[in-house]
């Protein structure tokens, strides 16, 4: 194995930017993959300070200083020409498994990359840096990081649900991210592993010692109304039901960790409801969904990207997501809930026979915030109120069509009430289409105030719309009378009477058709019959007449 060559020491778990030896040096960095934020690489970029480097043997150890020679992983021996000289050692790791490395790679130069899996790797211990080759998975980096760590964990996944469904088979473990931040990660330990919401924040490890598994209970408590750490179910309508390769919180401290700490001294049993959940990622392979916090009191989560490019990186954006939400306290108003909401103090409703209006109140007025199917409006009246809200009323138009009984999916007019709830400031409504982007606001006008205008107008839209029970031309006649000062000359379709029975069609018999046998049969049965007589009478013709006369 080169005994004429130098050694080369790379060690996976070096937590130094720069370590090295006798005639080289390796500078350490960690990166997120592109595209792929399951998988961070960690880069071991090495200079060789005399030679080109065909003189070192490359010995790669999965721990952080040397324990022993012989516990190296692989060795990428004798490079024998410069083409073959290893410039970089990358090691992949998933984030849900941070200290096992599932991808090493050999960079030689430019577009000479050799993606190796380690497995293969271990078993051989150590070959010619010639033979690298054989163990290359390919150039696709993505593909091989996802196949890689399918065979390495089975692919276990766990379900997320929000009910009633009990966790079990899931293991949990902290990690740093500076002294102020850190990251609680959720795994599955068996094939049928499941996580209840409950558990996000609230779980439970009943640990006794350290050599037992940190698996989290079944039987979480929901957040309590006082508790800082809180989601409201309807901001994990688009993740409950799916299934992951693992569940990451991130959390902020109010204070950094002692100094003399490292960032990774993090005991599971640390009080974290004290802490500050700012960010919820489910994760299965190369594909990431992301809920961030944006207000101080839980009520509004948003689906966005949340990508950074190193440690670093990382530090800064949740240094700055924290303190964006300890300094924002917001009403949130979730225009599709009927019943009671994290964040609102009290929820009515008003029935009328055209519409239902559901009134939103606040303990306080604040800035605040209209969620339709978990987003805001991108643009119109709607996007970015500044008006100190307490109260919202929101209006659905009650009718009947082939998808819906009983109320129109979408809203077709809010209002909004500052000071105590009592001062009308801003009325939007649709304009017959889909999107709360293309609402548009009403106006007082005239010298009539917004107040007696929208009086006005709820009380025109009672009056006409209750003579007709089809969607489509309410939304219409509604929009009409919102815009207009008149009512629409088309009139309503009749609503349906009593359905008729379909008209029975008496059916006629058809004639019956001769039967031709029996004509056939009684025709040549005459024919016979007459011959025969023929026959006879000539018989008879002959013994009275020809025998007389001979």
């Known amino acids: ?157 766990i379900g997320f649900e929000v009910g009633s469904t009990k966790t079990k088979d899931v293991l949990v473990f ?93 005991d599971l049993e640390e009080n974290h409801k004290a802490n500050t959940a700012i960010i919820v990622e489910f994760i299965y392979l190369c594909t990431t969904t992301t809920l961030k916090r944006k207000t101080s009191n839980g009520s ?30 917001i009403n949130t108003v979730i225009l599709e809930k009927t019943s009671s909401y994290l964040g609102v ?19 306080a007025p604040n800035k605040t915030v209209l969620l339709f199917e978990r987003k805001i409006p991108a643009k119109g009246p709607l996007k970015g109120l500044d008006n100190k809200v307490q109260r919202v009323d929101v209006y659905y138009l009650k009718a009947k069509d082939a998808k819906n009984e009983g109320k129109d999916p979408k809203p077709f007019l809010i209002s909004l009430y500052e000071d105590d709830g009592s001062k009308l400031s801003k009325v939007c409504h649709f304009d017959n289409k889909d999107k709360l982007d293309e609402w548009v606001e009403l106006k007082g006008d005239n010298g009539e105030t917004l107040d007696k205008k929208l009086e006005r107008k709820l009380e025109k839209i009672k009056t006409n719309g209750s003579c007709t029970f089809e969607l489509r031309w309410l939304r219409t006649l509604v929009c009409h009378i919102l815009t207009t000062e008149e009512a629409p000359h088309e009139k309503p379709p009749k609503p349906p009477g009593p359905e008729e029975r379909p008209e029975v069609i008496q059916q006629v018999p058809p004639p019956i058709p001769p039967n031709w046998l029996l004509i056939i049969g009684s025709s040549v049965g005459a024919f016979l019959f007459l011959c025969l007589l023929a026959i006879g009478y000539g018989i008879y013709w002959y013994n009275t007449t020809i025998k007389l006369l001979t």
């Open 1 to 157: 194995m080169g005994g004429r060559q130098s050694y080369l020491y790379i060690f996976l778990k070096n937590k130094k930017e720069e370590y090295g030896g006798d005639g080289y040096s390796v500078k350490r960095s960690v990166q997120l993959v592109p595209n792929c934020r399951n998988f961070e690489v960690v880069n071991h970029k090495i200079t060789y300070k005399d030679g080109n480097g065909v003189n070192f043997d490359i010995y790669i150890y999965d721990t952080e200083e040397m324990v022993s020679k012989a516990s190296y992983i692989f060795g990428y021996c004798s490079p024998g020409v410069e083409s073959h000289v290893a410039k970089e050692v990358r090691a992949y790791y998933s984030i849900l498994a941070p200290k096992i490395p599932i991808v090493i790679s050999f960079v030689r130069g430019s577009g000479d990359t050799h993606n190796c899996y380690v497995p293969k790797l271990t078993d051989d211990r150590w070959n010619w840096a010639g033979y690298i080759t054989e163990y290359s998975l390919g150039p696709d980096l993505a593909t091989n990081l996802q196949k890689s760590f399918e065979k390495k964990f089975w692919n276990l996944t």
């Open 174 to 266: 902290p990690r740093g991210i500076d002294k102020k931040n850190y990251r609680i990660i959720f795994i599955p330990l068996r094939e049928d592993a499941f996580l209840n919401s409950n558990c996000l924040f609230n779980f439970n490890t009943k640990l006794k010692h350290r050599s037992e598994l940190p698996e989290v209970q079944a039987g979480c408590e929901p957040s309590a109304k006082e508790d800082k750490n809180q989601i409201d179910s309807y901001f994990l309508d688009s993740v409950k039901g799916q299934f992951y390769n693992g569940i990451i919180v991130y959390y902020a401290r109010e204070n950094p960790k002692d100094k003399d700490k490292d960032k990774d001294d993090i």
């Open 345 to 363: 103090s009290k929820l009515e409703n008003q029935d009328v026979q055209v519409y239902v209006k559901y009134t939103h109140k606040f303990e």
């Open 300 to 329: 509004w989560w948003a689906e966005e990207k949340f990508s950074y490019n190193d440690d670093n990186d990382l530090q800064t954006q949740v240094n700055e997501i924290y303190k964006n939400v300890k300094d924002t306290t």
